[in-house]
C-alpha cells in the first residue's frame, strides 16, 4: 500500500500546485499583515504542521507555531480569537474525529480556520455552510504519506507570504545550514 501511495505522490503533488493561484490570494488579503500564525495537526499530520511554522519563519519572518491539536486546551486557546490566523490539518486518517472536535473549539471561540483537507470531503464542504472556515483540498493518500501532500500548500505560503512582505526568498536571513561529514 506504501509503495502504491509513493507511485501517485509526484502526480498529486502536481494537483496541489494548482492551489497555488488561491493560497497566493490568501496571502495577500488575509495573512501578509499578520504578526502570528498557528498550524495544528495531530499523529502524522503533527509533523507537518512543525515542518510548515519552520518554512513560515525561515522564509517569510512571520511568527508560526505548529501545535498538537489535542493539546489545545493547554493554554493554546487562550490565544484564539477571530484575529488570530490558523491552519488547521483536517485530512482523513485514525484520528479524524479527534481533529473535527479542535477544530470545533477553535471555530467555537471566533477562530477562522483554513482547513488542509481532502478534495471533496463532505464534513468540511457541510461544516463551512455554518461556521466561517476556508479549505485547500489536497488528494488523499495512504496516512504515512499524507504529510508530503499537506506541506506543499504550506511551502508555497511561506513563498508568497515572503514575496508580499519584499523578502528576497532566495537569501533568508541569518538562515544558518550545516553538513556534518564523518
Known sequence: EIIQGLKLIPGQIKQVLKLEPRIKKICS???????SLLLLGRGYQFAAALEGALKIKEISYMHSEGVLAGELKHGVLA????????????????????????IEQVTA?????????????????EKSKSIDLQTLEVPQTVD???????????????YWLAVEKGIDVDFPRNLAKSVTVE
Open 144 to 158: 504515512c504519506l499524507q504529510g508530503l501532500i499537506n506541506i506543499v500548500p504550506l511551502q508555497l505560503m511561506s
Open 79 to 102: 490565544l484564539v480569537d477571530e484575529n488570530l490566523p490558523i491552519i488547521a490539518f483536517g485530512t482523513r486518517d485514525s484520528l479524524f474525529p479527534k481533529v473535527v472536535s479542535s
Open 109 to 125: 471561540r471566533k477562530g477562522h480556520p483554513i482547513i488542509i483537507c481532502n478534495e471533496n470531503d463532505e464534513v468540511w464542504a
Open 29 to 35: 488579503t488575509e495573512l501578509k499583515d499578520q504578526k
